[in-house]
């Protein structure tokens, strides 16, 4: 297995990083894109540890954690379930400035902040 596991973390972190630059920049629905990559990314290195195999070309979060059989506190659970929902319409969006006034400074602080919070249980899961 190597540590490929530990690729996927590292590279979860940077990308964590990078949503507080897009934040610092006004990228608002961008911050929200970086934390889900993030989060699929520390996911998919869990994965890889548990499983022991390549991860699958997903972005959904649950059916990830529904394959490495892990399940987070209720609050986590919920947020998660914002993000998922809320990568759909930054990946695929419809009309810009509409998704702009969705994802606001406010917003995406929350989204960032939450998304730390679940990349850290993330890691205690190793």
């Known amino acids: ?3 490929k596991h530990e690729e996927w973390l590292k590279q979860a972190d940077y990308d964590m990083d990078t949503a507080d ?3 610092s920049s ?3 629905f961008y911050t929200v894109f970086m934390c889900h990559l993030s989060i699929e990314k520390a996911l998919k290195g869990l994965y890889y540890k548990v499983l022991d195999e390549v991860p699958p070309k ?4 649950f ?3 529904n394959k490495i059989n892990k399940k987070p506190e209720l609050e986590l659970e919920k947020f998660i ?3 998922n929902t809320a990568s759909v319409a930054t990946r695929y969006p419809d009309d810009l400035e509409k998704i ?3 994802y606001t400074e406010e917003v995406t602080k929350d989204i960032i902040t939450k998304s730390k919070d679940l990349l850290k249980w993330v890691k ?3």
């Open 58 to 61: 997903t972005h959904n979060l």
């Open 124 to 126: 205690t899961q190793f």
């Open 63 to 65: 059916y990830l954690l």
């Open 81 to 83: 379930i914002k993000l």
């Open 21 to 23: 630059a897009m934040h």
């Open 1 to 3: 297995m190597g540590d």
């Open 100 to 102: 702009q006034s969705a």
């Open 26 to 28: 006004g990228r608002y």
